[in-house]
């Protein structure tokens, strides 16, 4: 495959490109959706126009892909701060001069060729750009067929700008072949393909890590918790649960499940309810609960029983399951069982309580009287990220610019060898 040799060279040039090239390829790429904006627009609405009714493309599915003046000035602000923050490679981690006169040191370098499969959000397209580019990497991108037409425009866009600043165009190889035969011969590129991302639904992520020969970032999907505990202060849990639940629902890090300690359970929950199920809302959350919950909540609209696998259930949409729990240890112990190592917060007045709940999830982020919205790497001044992963090994947490390094040694000598 001619396109994987390419960017397989490509890839060994971006390794030692400058801080000022590839900053002036993403000022570029500012500059070109800045003037490319109706052009994005236009390809993004004959996208959505050509979805096929159904439940798999609801309200959720919709947002996600949606492009809007809004988001591609975000899309701008993004590819600044990205510009704005320090270049990773060659960052030294650690130095030492041994015994014998060996200087070594552990240095930042790039992965190499990273494959990103994505779905609906075509913003998506231009994060992992910026990162990969200031990382030094190479970067596929495999976005889904729902998108063609926006992600075409950013591709080209892509290359453009990397051509202005000097740098190789088949450093960014944009893929709009829905085949998915091409992508299971890709996963099996492992002598050109060093990093696969898979980010998107849990069909997609399994897919992947099933089929893949090549190391995976897993992003898996956002199961993610708010806990309210007894001593919550109460308009700001309701601004938080309203945040973490109806801000965005379609992404991964809003909330699904709402856990209530019983002690406050009477108080809020009706109040929670009024506030994001009231019909009188544009589109009013519904609720999936415990006993306990129903009969808090009596004959309130919208509230059904939650049943079978309800907690294991990301709804990515305008729904959420709620339970009600006597006690701290009770609501850590449902995470456990049901969450997605994700995102999870507490609400609390006590900082012992919630030091104890911060040291007791395990998540990749958690927050204390915070909304989980801020799993983001732009919201954390990373400028963006490649996902969010949800593993353990080399990265946990919003895949930034020095998550898409590694590290290796580099050793200067002055004629010294090993004798024993």
């Not at 069909?203 to 992947?208: A, Q, S």
């Not at 002690?263 to 609960?289: F, K, Y």
């Not at 992963?389 to 946990?396: D, G, Y």
Request: glycine fraction near 8%.
């Amino acid at each position: 495959m001619k396109e994987l040799h390419a960017i397989k060279d490509a890839a060994r040039r971006l390794r030692t490109a400058s801080t000022e090239a590839k900053n002036l390829a993403l000022a570029h790429l500012a500059e070109l959706i800045r003037k490319s904006e109706g052009t994005l627009l236009e390809a993004n609405q004959l996208d959505q126009d050509a979805l096929p009714e159904g439940s798999k493309y609801g309200n959720a599915f919709r947002d996600r892909m949606r492009l809007t003046p809004e988001r591609l000035g975000q899309m701008r602000e993004s590819l600044a701060q990205v510009q704005s923050l320090l270049d990773p490679i060659g960052e030294i981690v650690e130095a030492t001069t041994l015994s014998n006169g060996l200087f070594a040191r552990k240095v930042r370098s790039p992965l190499g060729v990273i494959l990103l499969i994505f779905e609906s959000r075509p913003n998506v397209a231009i994060e992992a750009f910026s990162l990969t580019l200031k990382s030094g990497n190479a970067l596929i991108l495999r976005g889904g067929k729902e998108t063609r037409k926006t992600c075409e425009v950013f591709y080209r866009l892509m290359r453009e700008a990397l051509a202005f600043a000097g740098l190789p165009i088949a450093g960014a190889w944009g893929i709009t072949d829905p085949d998915r035969g091409l992508l299971e011969r890709l996963l099996r590129e492992k002598s050109c393909i060093d990093v696969v991302v898979p980010r998107g639904g849990e069909g997609l992520i399994d897919f992947v890590t099933e089929q893949s020969r090549i190391p995976v970032i897993k992003n898996d999907r956002g199961l993610c918790h708010v806990y309210i505990h007894s001593d919550a202060e109460p308009e700001m849990a309701i601004q938080i649960v309203r945040n973490a639940k109806t801000q965005r629902p379609g992404v991964c890090n809003a909330m699904e499940t709402l856990l209530v300690h019983t002690d406050c359970a009477g108080e809020l929950l009706p109040r929670i309810h009024q506030n994001i199920s009231n019909p009188a809302l544009p589109t009013p959350v519904q609720w999936h609960g415990c006993e306990e919950t129903l009969r808090i909540l009596g004959n309130a609209p919208g509230v059904f029983p939650a049943q079978g696998l309800a907690y294991d259930m990301e709804y990515l949409d305008h729904a959420m399951n709620v339970r009600i729990v006597p006690t701290l240890d009770e609501a850590l112990a449902h995470i456990e069982k049901h969450g997605s190592r994700h995102s999870e917060a507490i609400i609390t007045e006590d900082p012992a309580v919630a030091t104890l709940f911060e040291n007791s999830v395990d998540a990749a982020a958690v927050y204390w009287n915070a909304s989980t919205r801020f799993t983001d790497g732009y919201q954390l001044g990373l400028g963006g990220e490649l996902g969010i992963s949800t593993q353990k090994l080399h990265v946990r947490g919003p895949v930034g610019l020095r998550e898409l390094t590694c590290v290796r040694w580099i050793v200067e000598g002055t004629g010294q060898i090993r004798t024993s």
